[in-house]
């Protein structure tokens, strides 16, 4: 029983106790939450960085621009947009404004390069049409831009939150 109660079992130390796997699961379960948040933050925004952007992109191609101008044009608008909502309330990252910016725009290359390659080879090899290219070019850049945003951009706020959790998460 002084095994027992020490959280060892007979039959292997290196079983973890209730305690631990209690642990374990609540550190999960918080890991979701804030996971879920950033999910939930990162998709509302998106909505409103997403009708900015296409309002921007069928406008240019309403007046004649090519599918490719048109893209250009409205990510121009979603970079600036999404960096301002990513910053202040997706993340809610207090991180330096230029350190942060920087790896905004790498990030946002690599997407966008992610974005054009999509939209060019699809344009290519299908006949679905130029809207519904966007609209897959625009996935591609979408989950690509959150891993990217999530662990590199914002980094810098992710490492000072976990090692100062704020009490209300």
Same mark, same amino acid.
């Given at each position: ?31 979701? %939450? ?26 240019? =191609?309403? $007046? ?16 600036? /947009? ?9 993340? %809610?990252? &207090?991180?330096?404004?230029?350190? @942060?910016?920087? %790896?905004?725009?790498?990030? $946002? ?5 992610? &974005? ?19 609209? =897959? ?7 690509? =831009?959150? /891993? ?20 209300? @998460?």
């Amino acid at each position: 029983t002084a095994r027992l109660k020490a959280g060892r079992s007979t039959l292997s130390r290196a079983q973890p106790t209730l305690i631990d796997t209690d642990h374990h699961k609540a550190e999960v379960g918080a890991r979701w %939450r804030t996971e879920s948040a950033y999910l939930a933050r990162y998709a509302g925004s998106g909505v409103l960085n997403t009708v900015a952007g296409f309002s921007v992109i069928f406008a240019l =191609m309403g $007046f004649g621009a090519p599918p490719l101008i048109a893209n250009i044009g409205g990510y121009a608008v979603g970079f600036v /947009l999404g960096f301002v909502v990513s910053k202040s309330f997706v993340f %809610r990252s &207090n991180g330096k404004f230029v350190d @942060e910016s920087l %790896r905004y725009l790498i990030a $946002f290359c690599i997407c966008f390069t992610l &974005n054009l390659l999509t939209l060019s080879v699809v344009l290519s090899v299908s006949n679905i049409g130029a809207v519904l290219a966007q609209i =897959m070019a625009a996935s591609v850049y979408t989950g690509s =831009m959150y /891993l990217l945003t999530r662990w590199y951009v914002f980094r810098d706020h992710q490492q000072r939150k976990a090692a100062y959790p704020p009490a209300s @998460e």
